[in-house]
Nanobody, 123 residues
Framework: QVQLVESGGGLVQAGGSLRLSCAAS????????MGWFRQAPGKEREFVTA????????YYADSVKGRFTISRDNARNTVYLQMNSLKPEDTAVYYC????????????????WGQGTQVTVSS
C-alpha cells in the first residue's frame, strides 16, 4: 500500500515555473514506477510524464517535452515535477500515481493515486 500526497501547485503567469512534489508513505516506494497525470475541467485525465523505479528511464508527453522534468529521490520517498515555460494550456489538477507494474503511460497501470494539486497558469 502506498499513500501519495502532492504539493507545490498554485497560480503562476505564463512563462513561469513551478515545482510539484509528491511524498509517498511506505517502505516500498523505490519499487514503484511513478507518474504524473493532469486533468483539466471537462477533459479526461491525461499522461504527463513517468519515471522508472531507479530513475534511469523517463517518458514525457509531447506537449511537455523540453519544458517539464520528472525526478525522484528514493531516500526521501518523493517524486518531483519541475515545470518551466508554463502555458495557459498547462492549467489542470496534477496527480501523481504509483505503478507496481513498471513505467507506463496509461492510467490503468497505476494502482495508487494522490488527491491532486491545482496548477493555474494565467496569460
Amino acid at each position: 500500500q502506498v499513500q501519495l500526497v502532492e504539493s507545490g501547485g498554485g497560480l503562476v503567469q505564463a512563462g513561469g515555473s513551478l515545482r510539484l512534489s509528491c511524498a509517498a508513505s511506505g517502505r516500498t516506494f523505490s519499487s514503484y514506477a511513478m507518474g504524473w497525470f493532469r486533468q483539466a475541467p471537462g477533459k479526461e485525465r491525461e499522461f504527463v510524464t513517468a519515471i522508472s523505479w531507479s530513475g534511469s528511464n523517463t517518458y514525457y508527453a509531447d506537449s511537455v517535452k523540453g519544458r517539464f522534468t520528472i525526478s525522484r529521490d528514493n531516500a526521501r520517498n518523493t517524486v518531483y515535477l519541475q515545470m518551466n515555460s508554463l502555458k495557459p494550456e498547462d492549467t489542470a489538477v496534477y496527480y501523481c500515481a504509483a505503478s507496481p507494474a513498471g513505467i507506463a503511460t496509461q492510467t490503468a497501470w497505476y494502482a495508487y493515486w494522490g488527491q491532486g494539486t491545482q496548477v493555474t497558469v494565467s496569460s
